[in-house]
């Protein structure tokens, strides 16, 4: 009772970073929360966990940094909305967690852009600008003649500087987003030296939150699961595509092949053509699924909150498709000129989803939300729809 | 020569102005729209802190209101009508037609016997059942019969009785009322009084809980409100102080009260209730007294216990009555389909845990509503009466000579209804005697 | 009497209160066959209208002419029972109660034996009653006049609605200026200032000519009944007039110096000094308890204003009523309780309101050991809830209203400042939510901590404050600039003064008890004798203002109608008796006895508007003489057989 020396461990509350960049984030309202536990008690995913979302918001509350590093709960949350509802307080605690999460992207990310992007949009548009414009630079500093004849792509952009240019981006989008997640890891694990379970035995809720979108499952509007599903594994088609076209151009060099793939008139060439016309659909469709629930002004999306990097997200992902529908469109109408502009605009848009928008904005979800339920689960926290090993305490599925 | 003052409600607060005014030679009308004053207090078993019996200490203070011939009770009314000003105001009030006349009535509850038709009795929360002719309650102020006409036979027949039935129906009431009281013909009367002064205190409703359906009241049948639960435990009550679930009548083993609901919510009541900890604190003392082994939770945010007595009350509870509170707001409650049981849903702040908890009855702390009455004062943002300055010029409305007290201006306890109420009788006594009326002074309080 | 009684029983259930434990119908039964016992009932509750109606009716029906009510405390409900009994045509002394509740099934388990004892008490009462005597009331007539006591809020209140009423008001108080602690609270809501109230209603006290205020006064005598006191007050010296026109020039060289308890012990004060700005009387005073006589203050006044001859002067006022409004303490925290006493920017939150006070002693702004602090801290339930072995048990009410809104405050004006409120439960009550809410806009952050109090730990690298979060379940440790311990309201340390002179109770809290805590709220036990304000426990400003109000309006209760009808319970001499010994004169504690000559024979002569009917006389009389009515010797001697059967 009397003031004794407390362990180093003791968190110690400093003054207002955290609550300041939530601020920043969308998150003010966080002081409003009055602790009463309605968030919690409401929430479908509480149950199969040992902690709570009311902690999380109150450890921003506390400025305790390094315990909201540590707590995966905000990825545990699939914004359903059901806690915004019923607190008696409306303090939006789904539009807090949004902006926890927002706020833990911007720790994990070593490069420091991802908190400046976030929080304002002239930093996200003018890096969104400047990356296109440099990309149109590359484009015209690489460009080959521009067959006016016939739509002849190689010429235009030879694949192998176009390839220079994609691992270029991909190398430095992998470090990034590597290296968020290795901090992800650190943050998570904390100073657990000797985690619970070994990371292959958690390897298969690893591959069900990665490969079934879990928890989205669990929204009571499929739809919103559906529209996850299909972003995810247009994305995975499209760059298990890529690396199809990488290995066949350079690892293991295959002109003939690489030819074909790239002709639609072939037809190896027409097969590739529909798979990407299939992704680009998907895509397509889910991005224009997510417009049209948000424009409905439907509960969920005002409770989570459109903010401006999930605009530039919806935006440049709609124009790399459309811009790739578009020349897949004038090359089969045989627009030699038009398909060159779509090409040239498609792949400068490239760099912006690798190293803006899925780095630092939602797409990131898609690679954080299931590793850190992964380490979590290494570091013997409750998750929900974890896969457990029959006699761990935890039964199957 | 003094002029009346209007008492605008029999609960607590309106009988202690009342009393103190008829006490200072003043002529009194009060007026209240159920048949005996009473109020909610009427309904209480005990008092918190002390666990007074609240009809012990009521009761004689309504009995006194017989004794002063300057009082006169106006019941079964509601005002229509205010206009007028400080000294002079004129008050048009419908009374409702008792079908009874109380000039003859002397409460024997002959007919109450004899009546054949049964409804729920309101002052009972509809626990139990009453007769269309009734008396309020046995110690009901004043003890007088009055015929519910939406129940009564005769004056709302059942359709296809009527069809085959020649001429009036039933009437076995008027043909055994020894002092020939009945009156089928009584229309209902308006009354206009000219008043020097009015002091509001209507009290207040329960927020229905059906606003809030996550709690399953009125479709869980073991789900009560505070006051439900005050007429089990009472011993005039229902179950003659039994506390008995409705779905088999049998004793609870674990009760929980659940507080704040509706209220602190800014989806509902944003305002605190201000008294329904403590009222749920001593209830649950009460379930205990009652049945020893009885296990009692009480769900709160935070335990208002700021009054005299009150932490003292609380810590008792917890430690000689092993009274459990949890911290942590319950959200949802879900019913056992077979046995009937509730299953409440919230979480243990003090854990972290998201927890289900299974109880056999609920009692919901629901959120207290002003009831205003039609006059032309200012109300808050919440619907209370507004005070013209609390500081300067305590229990006066926006309106010189209308005066208010209790709850109908702020959530409060039995304590400060009554300061209040005397402080109002006395205001309204300058004004009846005649003297000058109170100036307002710019920023408040009056010219001396 | 000389006619046979007729005895009327009746038992009460009181609901299930006395039924759950006593046989009530056996106890009637057993009623019936006690001896000049004609009726005998039980009634769920008697002192409702049927019940009493019993009573009635049975006294007309049935030519009763002694009733016995068995059932609670005759503090309870003796009056009402009289007042049956008398509107039924009987003399209400004809009454005798049997207390079975408090008495008997409140305090005893095993049913049979409760019974019996039940049975007992019944039988005593019975054979009481059968030798009541008919007793008449007598009138006095009142004095239209009342003394307040405290020149705070509350007493201000009760001042001005008094003489609104006619009655002319003797308001005493105790320190130079009326305005008690409100004028020292910066902030009563967020719009209102304790000052603002405070100053309408001295302006409205000066222009009144019907109240004449005492300040450096104290009440050293009370003597008399409800409506007839007579009361001595004691006015101490200001040694200052109001030729003063506060030029402060004496203060300069006046040589003691002392904490000034206006600033709760922030700044310093000189013996010579003006409370505080708007003071009232609004001149300057020397605090007679600590001035040496020196002279320099009279030497330096340029108007003559200052006079250290001036004696203390004593009045005799004749009041119809007496009103209590005395206030409160704050609590004042132990040395190191909370760290405080160890470091300057450790303050209490009266101290705050002092620094956020645009005439306090920082002028308004937040200055805490010479800066403003980047981090502030409130620390809930200083002193109260049983959170540290000093404290009381009680909640003070107030406080967390009052943190909220200085928290607001200070956010409002210093957006860079952080805000920490560390509590226990926060007790915004009724429309107060709205600040709680407010507070969150405004990023004050909540702390909670349950069974164990936070610590307050003052190392070289600055104050910390460790506690165990109750919601995230770990210790914390939380680095601050400034502490604000929330201390609590406690009793008046010289509440025993107030308590010597006029005889009101004390209850367990160590405030005034009331009369009853739910039904009288204002009245103290004493008839005439009212409280208001902070002195019964704690209360806020606008709860203490409507107090005031109420007590003025149950003083006018008391003295409107002109008269006060006395209890004829008092001791009477029986002069054949009295030997002229004079032992009751000196155990009277009212001074009601004196010895008197009657025909050469010294005789103790009872003043029977003083005597209280305590008894004390009856006792120490040594022949016999004095008997006290209601409670004559044969009277408590018949119901002392009866007691055994």
């Known amino acids: 009772m009397s003031g004794g020396i407390f362990p180093p461990t003791v968190p110690v509350i400093k003054g207002g970073k955290v609550t300041g960049s939530l601020k920043k984030l969308g998150g003010g309202d966080l002081f409003i929360c009055y602790q009463c536990g309605s968030c919690t008690a409401i929430c479908p995913v509480s149950e199969e966990l040992d902690t709570s979302f009311r902690k999380a918001i109150r450890y921003a509350q506390l400025e305790l940094e390094d315990r909201l590093l540590s707590d995966p709960l905000p990825w545990l949350c699939y914004y359903c909305g059901e806690c915004t509802k019923t607190c008696p307080r409306d303090a939006k605690p789904s539009r807090i967690m949004d902006s926890l999460r927002r706020y833990l992207i911007s720790k994990y990310d070593w490069t420091h852009v991802a908190g400046l992007v976030q929080s304002s949009k002239l930093y996200l548009t003018l890096a969104n600008i400047v990356l296109f414009v440099l990309g149109l630079l590359f484009i015209y500093l690489i460009h080959g003649p521009m067959n006016q004849e016939k739509v002849d792509l190689s010429g235009f952009l030879p694949p192998s500087k176009v390839e220079l240019m994609g691992i270029s981006v991909g190398i430095v989008s992998l470090a990034i987003i590597l290296g968020g997640l290795y901090r992800s890891y650190r943050f998570i694990m904390h100073d657990i030296t000797n985690p619970a379970r070994g990371p292959l035995s958690s390897l298969p809720t690893l591959a069900k939150y990665l490969l079934l979108q879990f928890p989205m499952n669990r929204c009571e509007n499929k739809r919103r699961w559906i529209d996850h599903l299909l972003i995810f594994y247009g994305f995975l088609l499209l760059g298990m595509m890529t690396l199809t076209l990488f290995i066949v151009l350079t690892v293991a060099p295959n002109p003939e092949v690489f030819a074909s793939l790239r002709n639609p008139s072939t037809p190896l060439g027409s097969a590739w053509l529909l798979l990407g016309a299939v992704a680009s659909a998907m895509i397509l469709y889910s991005i224009i699924s997510s417009i049209v629930n948000r424009l409905r002004g439907k509960d969920i999306y005002y409770i989570t909150a459109t903010t401006h990097t999930d605009i530039a997200f919806i935006i440049v992902v709609l124009l790399i498709t459309l811009t790739g529908i578009f020349v897949l469109a004038f090359r089969l109408l045989n627009q030699p000129i038009l398909t060159y502009y779509s090409y040239a605009i498609h792949l400068a848009l490239q760099p912006l989803l690798f190293l803006i928008e899925l780095p630092f904005s939602k797409f990131s979800h898609f690679i954080y939300r299931p590793f850190i339920a992964y380490f979590a689960l290494m570091k013997g926290m409750r998750i929900p729809n974890a896969v457990l090993k029959r006699g761990m305490g935890g039964g199957l599925l | 020569m003094s002029k009346p003052v209007l008492v605008l409600g029999g609960g607590i607060a309106g009988i202690q102005a009342a009393l103190d005014l008829a006490e200072q030679g003043v002529d009194v009308y009060l007026v209240d729209k159920l048949p005996s004053v009473g109020g909610k207090m009427a309904q209480l ?30 019941m079964c009314s509601e005002v229509q009508e205010v206009s007028g000003s400080a000294g002079n105001f004129l008050v048009r009030i419908l009374r409702r037609p008792t079908y009874v006349n109380w000039d003859l009535c002397n409460g024997c509850g002959t007919c109450v016997e004899k009546c054949p038709k049964k409804v729920p009795d309101e002052f009972n929360m509809g626990l139990s059942m009453r007769k269309a002719i009734h008396i309020m309650f046995p110690q009901a102020v004043p003890r007088k019969a009055l015929i519910d006409e939406k129940a009564c036979i005769r004056l709302n027949p059942p359709p296809e009785l009527k069809e085959k039935a020649k001429g009036p129906l039933c009437g076995i009431c008027e043909r055994v009322c020894p002092a020939k009281a009945v009156d089928f013909s009584q229309k209902p009367e308006t009354i206009e009084l000219n008043v020097a002064a009015i ?33 089990l435990v009472s011993a005039t009550g229902p179950t003659q102080g039994e506390i008995v679930r409705r779905s088999d009548g049998r004793h609870p083993k674990r009760i929980a009260w659940i507080q704040c609901v509706g209220s602190r919510d800014v989806r509902f009541n944003s305002y605190c209730s201000a008294f329904c900890c403590m009222a749920a604190t001593k209830e649950a003392i009460l379930a205990k007294e009652h049945m020893p082994d009885v296990e009692c939770t009480i769900y709160y945010m935070d335990i208002r216990a700021f009054g005299k007595g009150f932490n003292e009350f609380v810590n008792r509870a917890k430690k000689e009555f092993g009274i459990k509170y949890v911290r942590g707001k319950v959200v949802k409650i879900d019913e056992n389909p077979s046995t009937k049981n509730l299953v409440v849903t919230y979480e243990d702040t003090a854990s972290s845990y998201m927890k289900k908890e299974e109880h056999d009855m609920v009692v919901l702390a629901v959120a207290i509503r002003p009831s205003c009455p039609p006059i032309p004062v200012d109300l808050t943002a919440d619907g209370f009466v507004k005070l013209r300055d609390p500081y300067l010029d305590p229990v006066s409305t926006t309106k010189d000579g209308i005066f208010v007290v209790g709850v109908v201006a702020g959530a409060k306890d039995i304590p400060d209804s009554v300061t209040e109420a005397s402080a109002a009788a006395a205001r309204a006594a300058l004004i009846a005697k005649g003297y000058e009326v109170p100036v307002a002074v710019d920023g408040g309080g009056y010219l001396a | 009497m000389h006619e046979e009684p007729r005895i009327g029983v009746y038992i009460c259930h009181c609901g299930l209160n006395i039924a759950a434990t006593v046989d009530v119908k056996e106890v009637a039964e057993y009623a019936k066959t006690l001896p000049n016992v004609v009726v005998a009932r039980d009634y769920v509750f008697m002192c409702s209208e049927p019940g009493q109606n019993l009573i009635k009716d049975d006294i007309k029906n049935l030519g009763l002419n002694r009733v016995v009510v068995a059932a609670c405390s005759p503090s309870m409900h003796e009056p009402t029972f009289r007042s049956a009994v008398e509107s039924a045509g009987l003399n209400k002394y004809l009454f005798e109660m049997a207390n079975i509740r408090e008495h008997c099934s409140w305090v005893h388990g095993d049913r049979k034996l409760a019974t019996e004892k039940a049975k007992d008490l019944v039988r005593m009462a019975v054979a009481k009653a059968a030798l009541l005597e008919p007793l008449e009331e007598k009138e006095f007539p009142v004095y239209n006049s009342v003394l307040v006591l405290g020149g705070g809020v509350s007493g201000m209140r009760a001042a001005l609605e008094l003489a609104r009423y006619g009655f002319d008001v003797y308001l005493v108080e105790r320190s130079p200026t009326l305005g008690g602690k409100a004028a020292l609270i910066g902030h009563v809501d967020l719009q209102t200032r304790g000052s603002d109230i405070v100053n309408k209603m001295i302006e409205l006290i000066r222009r009144n000519s019907r109240i004449h205020v005492f300040t450096n006064s104290e009440l050293i005598e009370l003597k008399g009944f409800a409506g007839n006191y007579e009361c001595k007050i004691r006015v101490y010296p200001r040694y200052v007039n109001e030729r003063c026109n506060s030029c402060g020039e004496c203060e300069e060289v006046c040589p003691i110096d002392v904490a000034n308890e206006y600033d709760f012990g922030l700044s310093r004060r000189k013996a010579i000094f ?22 320099e203050c009279t030497r330096v006044c340029r108007f003559n204003a200052i006079d250290l001859t001036e004696e203390p002067k004593e009045l005799n006022l004749n009041v119809g009523a007496l009103i209590i409004a005395t206030g409160y303490d704050a609590y004042r925290p132990l040395k190191g309780e909370y760290g405080h006493g160890f470091h300057n920017n450790i303050v209490t939150l009266f101290q705050l309101e002092r620094l956020l006070d645009p005439e306090g002693p920082t002028r308004g702004e937040l200055i805490i050991g010479g800066k403003v602090p980047r981090s502030i801290a409130f620390i809930q339930c200083v002193g109260s809830r049983n959170t540290t072995p000093n404290a009381r048990s009680y909640c003070s009410r107030m406080c967390c209203t009052t943190a909220i809104t200085d928290a607001i405050k200070i956010r409002e004006k210093y957006p860079y400042v952080d805000v920490y409120i560390v509590y226990k439960d926060i007790m915004t009550y009724g429309s107060d939510e709205s600040l709680y809410l407010e507070a969150g806009r405004r990023l004050v952050r909540f702390v909670k901590f349950e069974e164990e109090p936070p610590s307050v730990v003052i190392s070289p690298e600055g104050i910390f404050i460790d506690l165990y979060e109750y919601t995230i379940q770990e210790r914390i440790r939380i680095p601050v600039d400034a502490v604000v311990l929330s201390t609590g309201m406690i009793p008046r340390r010289d509440l025993e003064d107030v308590v010597r002179v006029t005889r009101v109770s004390i209850g367990g809290d160590g405030f005034l008890r009331e009369a009853h805590l739910k039904l009288a709220p204002v009245e103290s036990p004493t008839k005439g004798i009212f409280l208001a304000g902070a002195v019964t426990g704690p209360k806020n400003i606008m709860e203490s203002i409507r107090m005031g109000s109420a007590a003025a309006a149950k003083a006018m209760d008391l003295l409107s109608k002109g008269k006060v009808v006395a209890e004829p319970m008092i001791a009477s001499v029986n002069e054949d008796i009295c030997s002229g010994c004079a032992i009751c004169v000196g155990v009277c504690p009212y001074d009601a006895i004196s010895i008197k000559l009657v025909d050469s024979d010294r005789i103790a002569h009872v003043e029977e508007a003083l005597c209280m009917g305590c008894g004390s006389c009856v006792a120490a009389c040594p022949s016999g003489a004095m008997q006290q009515f209601g409670f004559k010797d044969k009277q408590v001697r018949a119901q002392v057989l009866a007691a055994f059967g």
């Open chain 2, 199 to 231: 002091i509001i205190a209507t009290g207040m409703e329960l927020y229905d809980p059906r606003n809030i359906p996550e709690y399953g009241y009125g479709k869980y049948q073991n789900v009560f409100t505070h006051l439900e639960f005050e007429r």
């Open chain 3, 274 to 295: 003006l409370p505080f700005k708007s003071a009232y009387p609004p001149y300057y005073v020397v605090d007679h308890r600590i001035c040496t006589k020196c002279g």
């Open chain 2, 45 to 74: 078993d005990k008092t918190f802190p002390t666990l007074d019996c609240a009809s012990c200490i009521l009761t004689p203070k309504m009995a006194a209101l017989l004794r002063y011939p300057n009082i006169k009770l106006i």
